[in-house]
């Protein structure tokens, strides 16, 4: 299947992305099985490219807005009901159940805690 040339091809992934942004740390939300938590997730990772391919090709490169998202400040993963995090794609291994990982997390990054030094 190819990708959609749609203007919002993934417009419940906009919907989820912005919620992040405007709640205080981020949300969680309960998918029926962990693929559908993936799929949302991958639709997130493609809507964040989408937007960097616009931002690239409206802003000059010497630009701070070149390449530059609002969801830069996210971060996504897929995690269980304790907690525990599945950052890739659902595992197909016989000790995890098929529907672990239902959950999908859109965090703000904490501060970035960086030492930077010139050399």
């Known amino acids: 299947m190819s990708a959609s040339h749609s203007p919002n091809p993934v417009i419940d992934a906009r919907v989820l992305m ?8 981020g949300i969680r939300i309960r998918f029926d ?4 938590a993936q799929r ?3 639709r997130c990772h493609y809507l964040v490219s989408r937007e960097r391919l616009m931002t690239i090709k ?3 490169s010497d630009d ?3 390449g530059a ?3 830069d400040l996210l ?6 009901e304790s907690g525990n995090r599945f950052p890739g794609a659902p595992r197909r291994s016989r ?3 098929m529907d672990s990982g239902n959950w999908l997390v859109i965090q703000k990054l904490d501060k970035l805690d960086f030492q930077i030094e010139d050399i």
């Open 40 to 42: 949302m997730r991958q």
């Open 18 to 25: 912005d919620r992040a942004l405007e709640a205080e740390k």
């Open 58 to 60: 409206a802003f000059p």
């Open 69 to 71: 998202t609002a969801y």
């Open 64 to 66: 701070p807005r070149h």
């Open 95 to 97: 000790s995890e159940p």
């Open 75 to 80: 971060q996504m993963w897929r995690e269980d």
């Open 33 to 36: 099985t962990s693929g559908a």
